[in-house]
């Protein structure tokens, strides 16, 4: 399936700019006057690899800082531990 941003052409693909005669929607993205979008990172402070040589040494490491949750499968871990938000941006509400 194409489009005019992945440069593949496709009899069946349209624009809304095709219902307009003259206008050439090519180098126009319904863009161009919009305000730079700028979002600064707010990710962690540091991060650090641990290892273990064993389980129990990660039982040992999870006891300590209180997380007990901790699995061999556990990618990632905030200190402390954060609570988890309820994805509120994907509610529906209504007044």
């Given at each position: 399936m194409g489009n005019k941003f992945n440069q593949v052409r496709d009899p069946n693909a349209g624009s809304i700019m095709d219902h307009y005669e003259g206008v050439d929607d090519r180098h126009h993205s319904g863009w161009d006057d919009m305000p730079e979008f700028d979002q600064p990172e707010k990710g962690q402070f540091h991060l650090?690899?641990?290892?273990?040589?064993?389980?129990?040494?990660?039982?040992?490491?999870?006891?300590?800082?209180?997380?007990?949750?901790?699995?061999?499968?556990?990618?990632?871990?905030?200190?402390?531990?954060?609570?988890?938000?309820?994805?509120?941006?994907?509610?529906?509400?209504?007044?």
């Open positions: 650090m690899r641990v290892r273990f040589d064993c389980e129990a040494d990660l039982r040992e490491f999870a006891e300590k800082i209180e997380q007990t949750n901790i699995t061999t499968k556990t990618k990632a871990i905030w200190y402390p531990a954060r609570e988890k938000k309820e994805p509120t941006i994907l509610k529906w509400i209504e007044e």
